[in-house]
């Protein structure tokens, strides 16, 4: 079993839509996670954390659930630029990153 | 406000070939990673090092040579380049608190004949 797992897509949505990602991971004693955003092979940039009550920023919201070992990202009101490869990332002890290999999102006129 | 830079961004070269992959960043952070994504796998760790002079081995550290006598330069080489490890390469650094988000350079294409 992969240590972090993503549907790879693509979710196509048309624009204004709600579109939601969930990644799980195997590790319990995983300690931090992450959601990054990755366009065409371009370097993968900081999208938002994600914290044990959940967060949000603007349109974006993360959420954790440890008792059932995933993280989601939810996207309301989704826009054109919005399309890309979203990357779950989860630290499993220090400083050790594991990256899902990614969902990408088709976000439609 | 350069942040973190990698160089070259594209290099075409041969099998056995040795090829240095540069990264350097502006941050001062501690932390300094190299990564390669391959479609299908996803980023994958190579090599990361926790400070000046401490590197250790990640994921897929076969083949991959690294160092870092300076805080700031973290340079990857391929000491015989492999076609197998053509790929494309993306450096990333973050301060030393084990919580902090990593933060990458453009990445380098690599394409090994």
């Known amino acids: 079993r992969k240590e972090v797992e993503q549907d790879p897509g693509p979710f196509n949505v048309p624009e204004g839509a709600t579109v939601a990602f969930n990644c799980t991971y195997s590790?319990?004693?995983?300690?931090?996670f992450f959601w990054y955003r990755q366009d065409c092979r371009k370097e993968p940039k900081l999208l938002m954390s994600v914290y044990s009550s959940g967060n949000e920023d603007g349109r974006f919201t993360a959420q954790l659930n440890r008792a059932s070992q995933y993280i989601s990202l939810l996207i309301r009101d989704s826009k054109l630029s919005d399309s890309a490869t979203y990357l779950c990332?989860?630290?499993?002890?220090?400083?050790?990153?594991?990256f899902g290999t990614g969902t990408r999102l088709l976000v439609s006129p | 406000d350069a942040g973190i830079t990698q160089s070259p961004r594209y290099k075409i070269t041969e099998t056995g070939r040795q090829v240095t992959l540069m990264c350097h960043q502006t941050?001062?952070?501690?932390?300094m990673f190299w990564y390669r994504q391959d479609l299908g796998h996803g980023l994958r760790l190579i090599y990361y090092?926790?400070?000046?002079?401490?590197?250790d081995k990640g994921e897929v550290p076969d083949g991959y040579v690294v160092s870092r006598s300076k805080t700031e330069n973290f340079p990857l080489t391929l000491e015989s380049a492999t076609r197998s490890q053509t790929s494309v390469y993306f450096c990333a650094s973050s301060v030393s608190s084990s919580n902090q988000p990593q933060h990458f350079g453009d990445g380098t294409r690599l394409s090994i004949l």
């Open positions: 090092s926790a400070a000046a002079d401490i590197t």
């Open positions: 590790n319990s004693a995983s300690q931090s």
């Open positions: 941050w001062s952070h501690s932390y």
């Open positions: 990332v989860v630290i499993l002890r220090f400083q050790k990153l594991v």
